[in-house]
């Protein structure tokens, strides 16, 4: 199977049990996740099947949307409430400050990641490092928080949703407003709500993707690659320029079937949308297949479209 499933991960399970679990309910070995959500979160974990499992980079870089509360007053070695506790604080701040500080964070920002992140060290994951009662000294990281937005303050709790770049850490984004504060803050509960196109009102549970294998159905909930790049402008290539993307290879206009393609749309990828910023387009070869994902540009004075990331089977 080929293709991207959009799964709701419960809590207790690492993304990596997810992946394992998959394996043995879909019957593939060739599966992987698109970026880490802590054993204690849940939401939204789209998985790749099959050739979709080139998507995992391209997923990991997307923006991710979470629901969180953050607990003022008190600060642990995990940024989350189940760490060691390193301090208590009395949380003697108006709402009025809390806001201001939470609202703060919109924009960049250079934000350090936790010891306890599986980012690498030296060849060594820092969670492992830090298991060990090593901390090492990590490099700030600037991260962009597009969308904030506080739902209810009942001190010492804040609940608050945000929008933000690919490998920012809400813990650490707790963390921070507490320190910010004077009081200090972990977080208490995550809930990742968006990963680009994928929502959590059509993600599906461990157990209900098990129901539709069993009754043949999981196709349904399978999204084809294709269709992740669905706001990229469709070419489609004349049958001789077949072979130039059978093999991974740049062509020119002249190459692909102008009445087939959407080359109307072409002006589009200059305007608004992150893959019209990157002038992206999706690839199909004469026969209807798609092959890749591909990005325009000028080459020797004509228009050219160099491969991005190819998918045949």
Request: aromatic share 6%; charged share 30%.
């Amino acid at each position: 199977m080929n293709g991207v499933l959009n799964i709701y991960k419960e809590a207790g399970f690492t993304s990596h049990d997810v992946v394992a679990k998959l394996r043995g309910i879909v019957k593939q070995k060739k599966i992987g996740h698109t970026g880490t959500l802590d054993p204690d979160a849940e939401g939204v974990l789209p998985v790749c099947l099959g050739n979709a499992t080139k998507l995992c980079g391209l997923l990991s870089d997307k923006e991710k949307t979470y629901e969180a509360v953050l607990l003022l007053g008190q600060t642990t070695d995990t940024q989350d409430v189940s760490g060691k506790v390193l301090s208590t604080s009395p949380v003697n701040v108006e709402e009025e400050a809390v806001r201001k500080a939470v609202l703060s964070f919109l924009g960049d920002y250079d934000q350090i990641p936790p010891m306890y992140s599986a980012l690498k060290v030296g060849g060594k994951k820092l969670y492992e490092l830090a298991r060990e009662g090593k901390e090492v000294e990590r490099k700030p990281r600037r991260v962009r928080i597009l969308d904030i937005q506080i739902h209810w303050i009942r001190l010492p709790e804040v609940s608050f949703s945000v929008t933000c770049s690919s490998g920012t850490y809400i813990r650490t984004l707790c963390a921070d407003i507490g320190e910010l504060l004077g009081c200090g803050g972990c977080m208490k509960h995550l809930l990742r709500t968006r990963v680009d196109r994928f929502e959590i009102g059509e993600s599906l549970r461990l157990g209900e993707v098990e129901s539709l294998m069993k009754e043949g159905k999981i196709g349904e909930a399978l999204l084809p690659v294709e269709e992740v790049f669905a706001a990229c402008p469709k070419l489609y290539m004349k049958k001789e320029g077949d072979r130039l993307v059978h093999n991974g290879n740049l062509f020119f206009r002249e190459d692909m079937d102008e009445n087939l393609s959407q080359t109307g749309a072409l002006r589009e990828i200059r305007g608004e949308g992150q893959e019209a910023e990157k002038g992206q387009v999706r690839v199909y070869d004469s026969s209807g297949c798609f092959v890749g994902l591909y990005r325009r540009q000028a080459e020797q004075g004509r228009e050219s479209f160099r491969p991005v990331k190819m998918f045949l089977s």
